[in-house]
Nanobody
Framework: QVELVESGGGLVQPGGSLRLSCAASGSIFSINAMGWYRQAPGKQRDLVAAITSGGSTNYADSVKGRFTISIDNAKNTVYLQMNSLKPEDTAVYYC??????????????WGQGTQVTVSS
């Protein structure tokens, strides 16, 4: 079983920063990619940022220049540094991992979600 544990969410003022962490644990052979999605009430769950184990990244246009995703392959942990936060960034943030549990078998795993609230 693969488990993703997220941390770092909370309440922050506009313009502030937060750093989200997501640690993958369990029977992991390797990780192809990890990423962050977010979902606000009444809205779809959308990709925020993703990163491959090789370091290739992809960002939603709305967060480019403000958020930075990184991965520590040795720790199976992905981070999302969130700067210049805006009220519209308020959402539940979910970690996602594309995990190989063997050389030939893989699946996607989701974290439980962590609330990020940007408000004065």
């Amino acid at each position: 079983q693969v488990e993703l544990v997220e941390s770092g969410g909370g309440l922050v003022q506009p313009g502030g920063s937060l750093r989200l962490s997501c640690a993958a644990s369990g029977s992991i052979f390797s990780i192809n990619a990890m990423g962050w999605y977010r979902q606000a009430p009444g809205k779809q769950r959308d990709l925020v940022a993703a990163i491959t184990s090789g370091g290739s990244t992809n960002y939603a246009d709305s967060v480019k220049g403000r958020f930075t995703i990184s991965i520590d392959n040795a720790k199976n942990t992905v981070y999302l540094q969130m700067n210049s936060l805006k009220p519209e960034d308020t959402a539940v943030y979910y970690c996602y991992a594309d995990v190989l549990v063997s050389a030939t078998m893989g699946f996607g795993s989701w974290g439980q979600g962590t609330q990020v609230t940007v408000s004065s």
